[in-house]
Nanobody, 121 residues
Framework: QVQLVESGGGLVQAGGSLRLSCAAS????????MGWFRQAPGKEREFVAA????????YYADSVKGRFTISRDNAKKTVYLHMNSLKPGDTAVYYC??????????????WGQGTQVTVSS
């Protein structure tokens, strides 16, 4: 069983930055690929970024490529999402997930409760 707790969300102006954190209660975090997804009101949950267990391979949605960076610290059992040049369209609840996969929701078995990110124009 893996428990995930996100933090770091909040209200930020367009062009600003935030760093989300996901703390995992797990014996060995490196066993899992970790992903970030987001869900805006009235929309489906969508992929944002993912990182393989070793941290050597990352994936990004086209909409965030070049602005967001995913990283992990397996020793601290924490995954991060660094978000720069934020846009109002980035407003959503952001979820951390753990599993075997990369860009699809179905590849993740464990989910956090989410953290709200609101970007004002």
């Amino acid at each position: 069983q893996v428990q995930l707790v996100e933090s770091g969300g909040g209200l930020v102006q367009a062009g600003g930055s935030l760093r989300l954190s996901c703390a995992a209660s797990v014996r060995t975090l490196s066993m899992y690929s970790m992903g970030w997804f987001r869900q805006a009101p009235g929309k489906e949950r969508e992929f944002v970024a993912a990182i393989r267990g070793s941290g050597g391979t990352t994936y990004y949605a086209d909409s965030v490529k070049g602005r967001f960076t995913i990283s992990r610290d397996n020793a601290k059992k924490t995954v991060y999402l660094h978000m720069n040049s934020l846009k109002p369209g980035d407003t959503a609840v952001y979820y951390c997930a753990a599993g075997i996969g990369a860009t699809t929701r179905e590849a993740y078995d464990y989910w956090g409760q989410g953290t709200q990110v609101t970007v004002s124009s």
